[in-house]
């Protein structure tokens, strides 16, 4: 449980923080709008090293499938376009990769 909740936060973190750059240069948003992007980078990052895992590229990974369904999430919430059947069987396919990643037996 506590993986998942530093996954969904480093999504949130990590969308919210690319937005704000996505705002500025594709938008025409006020620069300012670049400092809590930045701010909300740098947690990303700080959020994904939380994550138990034996190894950083495995909890990337694993995150990855995660970021996918929270950014299809975000683009019906924030963006306001609601994810066709194809987004959503992409991100229940990343999803699944994702829980083989983190729940593999492993020796």
Known sequence: MHTALLFAAAALLEIAGCFAFWAVIRNGANAL???????????????????????????????????????????WAVEGFRPDRWDLMGGAVCLMGAALIVFAPRG
Request: glycine residues 10%; hydrophobic residues 70%.
């Open 33 to 75: 709008w670049l400092v809590p992007g930045a701010a909300s980078l740098l947690a990303f990052a700080a959020a994904l090293t939380q994550v138990e895992a034996a190894a950083a590229g495995r909890a990337f990974a694993a995150y990855g499938g995660v970021y996918v369904a929270a950014s299809l999430a975000w683009l």
